[in-house]
């Protein structure tokens, strides 16, 4: 199919493309950018006067509901509300039921992932078997069955000999090592410790979970070498073990959730659940670190955390709730709003969820690695197609996700997706 985009404002944050053109794609890559060739003889034309053409979004965390979550979602729904959410590409982690440590579990995941014509879909693969801490994965294998890195998702790694183990061997092969950083008996809390939880009579978390477990993680990269992904920070000191991290010259990177960028402790109000979350929601200073180093690009990218939760397991008290909220149809705009109240030009907001994310996956792309993320002629045409002064207000129920549980019910927020292509084809055109 031959796709002509006219009249959009192309911008492309890689290079620092803004500018009024048009997008002329076949066969799945972008042929023109600006000004193309009126030859060029098109199957459908789409008029983006008055809206922004951009790489596809690169989303670093969404969980899909396959395996063995079906109950929560299913992949046909997540995979609509990524497309919805201009997400072209995402990160699966690798706490599925079965856990992602067999090839076939990968392959299986991707074949159905790829028959939908949807997004595409990267996994984790499982850093141990099972994700018990306890034997390493057949991490050639998996990366072989598709897997661009691998993880633990949300299980702390106890045994500091299996984490030093794992990363000689990551790092004897290339291979990046995703993880969360928090330690395994301080981070078992439900809320961020503080007065907020004292009060509310919640178990804590404290900051030092994470410094710990950075600070451990620090030691065994300086010894292996090994490249490390740091996922989902959460604090202040934190962000501070990472830019002093950074500026040691350590091959690490990290981002955070759009949770997180957004809201503290006391948004828990009088025990919504819908704010349980992994890590838990930290204090206004906090917030305030994590939207600076965003900024600043000591945080390399924002991730929505998409993680579906079924209506029974969201509706208890807040303590024995399941923590996760739904994200990939909000990633988009949430950038948007943190980008305006920080005053960033539009390319560096959206290069954290496009080109900066797929600098932190790199090589694992493959042929992609190139291209995506990117406006670039003879690229892959992966685009997203938004009206930034479009305003809406979150409905869950709206929602295409099966997860209908988010933080931000009622917010209204900036930026409609109108069109998201992927591999050159139309995979979601808004309504009206």
Not at 42 to 63: Q, T, Y
Not at 279 to 294: H, M, S, V
Not at 399 to 413: A, C, D, I, R, V
Request: proline share 5%; hydrophobic share 45%.
């Amino acid at each position: 199919m031959k796709l002509l985009i006219q009249n959009g404002r192309l911008i492309d944050p890689a290079t620092g493309r803004d500018e009024l053109g048009d997008v002329a794609i076949a066969a799945g890559r972008i042929v023109a950018l600006g000004k193309v060739s009126a030859d060029f003889g098109s199957d459908r034309v789409i008029d983006a006067a008055g809206l922004i053409v951009a790489p596809g979004l690169v989303d670093l965390a969404a969980r899909l509901g396959e395996p063995g979550h079906e109950h929560e979602a299913m992949l046909e729904s997540e995979m609509a509300a990524a497309v919805a959410g201009g997400v072209t590409s995402l990160v699966c982690p690798p706490d599925t039921d079965p856990v992602l440590d067999e090839p076939g579990l990968v392959q299986m995941l991707k074949f159905r992932a790829r028959n939908l014509n949807l997004a595409r879909v990267f996994p984790l693969g499982a850093l141990t078997r099972g994700l018990q801490g306890e034997v390493l994965t057949e991490m050639a294998e998996l990366t072989e069955a598709g897997c661009v890195g691998f993880s633990q998702a949300e299980v702390a790694l106890k045994d500091t000999l299996v984490l030093h183990r794992a990363l000689q061997y990551a790092s004897t092969f290339g291979y990046t090592t995703w993880l969360r950083p928090t330690d395994a008996w301080l981070g078992n809390g439900v809320a961020a410790k503080g007065p907020l939880a004292t009060r509310m009579g919640l178990s804590g978390v404290p900051v030092i979970a994470e410094t710990i477990a950075l600070a451990t993680l620090f030691e065994l990269v300086r010894d292996t070498g090994a490249r490390v992904h740091l996922c989902r920070l959460s604090s202040a000191a934190g962000i501070e073990l990472v830019r002093r991290a950074k500026a040691e010259g350590l091959p690490v990177t990290c981002d955070v959730s759009v949770n997180h960028l957004h809201l503290t402790d006391i948004d828990i109000g009088y025990f919504n659940a819908a704010m349980r979350l992994t890590p838990p929601l930290r204090q206004q200073r906090d917030r305030d670190a994590i939207r600076a180093a965003l900024a600043d690009g000591t945080i390399d990218a924002l991730a929505s955390d998409h993680t579906p939760v079924a209506a029974d397991a969201k509706n208890l008290p807040f303590a024995e709730a399941e923590p996760g909220a739904t994200g990939l149809e909000l990633l988009l705009s949430l950038a948007l709003k943190w980008g305006t109240e920080t005053k960033l030009p539009l390319t560096r907001t959206l290069a954290t969820i496009t080109s900066a994310s797929v600098a932190v996956l790199g090589d694992a792309l493959g042929s992609l690695s190139a291209s995506a993320g990117r406006l670039v002629e003879g690229g892959v045409a992966d685009l997203c197609v938004f009206d930034a002064g479009a305003r809406w207000t979150v409905a869950p129920g709206a929602l295409k996700s099966q997860g209908k549980h988010t933080p931000f019910s009622g917010y209204e927020l900036p930026g409609r997706v109108r069109c998201t292509i992927v591999a050159g084809g139309v995979a979601y055109e808004a309504q009206g």
